[in-house]
């Protein structure tokens, strides 16, 4: 299978968990046996100092490596980064995505896959530029909804982001979102804006995808394990206190050394991710935790 990523945010100067995502999709991507394409945006230096974090070996295998082709969107000095809402740097990532399409079409996707609105937003001037000579037409869409921007946004904010969320929608044969909670957000934003596909969504799907704006069009995946916590949850119990800082190793030592005693949750402090709200719950669980 032959499949186009389109993130915003990729290998270059990553900043959120957009992109931490995007990565572990496309390696599980990879390690499935798929060829990719991924077109994604690369800051420029004068901009943004941070460190790449090239997707390389030992991470993936060679035989990976040769599978992957990178396709990075090079922004203008003007262009702004770390950023993911409407003032990022998303139409200069359409534009630059636009401009592979050519490209593209000569390596005959079977799928495209589009990372948040600004994903679709770059499929959009992929489409429009799909030459009409190409020998396969525009392959269909999965649209993964990493986050549903409005929540947490004042209405005026939210309403501009709820239209591209719609558009994505509109534009994709099937949507995929990370929680029942999203995926009932974006069934809302479809009732009120008339949830029909786009000609050319409807055109590919050709009747073998649910309707649109149903729970089997927009379906839920619950996010993966990274793989560097999926080992560190593997580890025997009596080694997992070896990396902790000096206080929270102090903390844990009236817990017997068969058991795990701490419980994590690792997001940036913001309106929309709500972090005291894991602090009030961990609180009112404490008694029933203390026996686990």
């Not at 922004?75 to 809402?85: G, K, S």
């Amino acid at each position: 299978m032959h499949v186009v990523v389109l993130t915003l945010e990729f290998t270059f100067s990553p900043f959120s968990g957009n992109g931490l995502l995007a990565r572990s999709l496309v390696k599980a991507l990879l390690a499935q046996g798929c060829t990719l394409h991924v077109i994604c945006c690369r800051p420029s230096p004068s901009v943004d100092y941070s460190a790449d974090n090239a997707l390389d070996i030992p991470e993936i295998d060679s035989s990976q490596m040769e599978c992957l082709t990178l396709l990075p969107v090079d922004l203008p000095i003007e262009a702004p980064w770390r950023r993911l809402d409407k003032n990022s740097a998303w139409e200069a990532f359409a534009t630059g995505a636009g401009a592979r399409a050519v490209e593209i079409a000569s390596a005959k996707p079977t799928a495209c896959i589009a990372v948040d609105w600004t994903g679709s937003a770059a499929w959009r001037a992929i489409y429009d530029s799909w030459p009409a000579a190409a020998v396969l037409p525009p392959p269909p869409v999965l649209y993964l909804n990493f986050r549903v921007y409005s929540s947490g946004l004042p209405a005026e904010e939210g309403a501009w982001h709820d239209a591209k969320e719609v558009e994505a929608l509109k534009a994709c044969q099937l949507a995929v979102c990370l929680s029942r909670r999203d995926r009932g957000s974006l069934m809302g934003l479809l009732a009120k804006n008339g949830g029909t596909l786009n000609s050319e969504a409807a055109t590919a799907t050709k009747g073998a995808l649910p309707p649109m704006g149903s729970e089997q069009h927009i379906l839920v995946l619950l996010p993966p394990l990274r793989q560097d916590i999926h080992q560190l949850a593997l580890m025997p119990p009596n080694q997992h206190t070896d990396g902790l800082p000096v206080e929270c190793l102090r903390l844990s030592q009236g817990y017997r050394a068969s058991r795990r005693c701490f419980v994590s949750c690792v997001v940036r402090i913001g309106r929309e991710k709500d972090p005291m709200f894991f602090v009030e719950l961990i609180s009112r669980l404490a008694p029933t935790l203390s026996q686990l």
